[in-house]
């Protein structure tokens, strides 16, 4: 899967796949069900960088002191909003409002993609921000009409 960054505004920005076919119901369902698990753990903070204190202890977590107030000493990392997943032929795209969630979440989003490409869905490509020329995002009234308001 070739994945590449164009301009990003966190606060609006799309997320574009291209699909090696047609995608079929199914494979659509696989997509949607990736996007949405990822936006909702965005909602609930779930990309807050300043607290990964189990990654940052290593490999040895036997017994592991974990800090239950750590979340509240950092700063507050929540996606804002979702838009409906759109699909023209080959292509798909979903806007979203990453708020303030740290850019690990799209890590996280890149590394779930490859591996449903590998397993279920063919994609070709994943562009995370900009337009492309032949869909304008004007088209959508995804922004106005999105489905996790806050």
């Not at 800090?67 to 950092?74: E, F, I, V």
Request: hydrophobic fraction near 40%; charged fraction near 25%; charge should be negative.
């Amino acid at each position: 899967m070739y994945i590449q960054f164009r301009e990003v505004n966190p606060f609006d920005v799309w997320i574009w796949l291209k699909f090696s076919t047609l995608p079929s119901g199914r494979e659509k369902q696989y997509v949607e069900e990736v996007f949405n698990s990822w936006f909702y753990l965005g909602k609930l903070g779930g990309f807050n960088a300043e607290n990964l204190q189990v990654q940052e202890t290593g490999l040895e977590l036997s017994y592991m002191d974990y800090d239950a107030k750590g979340y509240d000493k950092s700063l507050v990392a929540l996606m804002h909003n979702m838009g409906e997943f759109e699909y023209e032929g080959e292509w798909g795209r979903c806007w979203f409002d990453l708020g303030t969630s740290d850019a690990i979440a799209l890590d996280i989003l890149i590394n779930a993609l490859t591996q449903l490409s590998e397993e279920y869905v063919t994609i070709e490509a994943l562009y995370i921000g900009g337009e492309n020329e032949d869909w304008p995002v004007e088209d959508s009234e995804t922004r106005a009409y999105s489905i996790y308001d806050t």
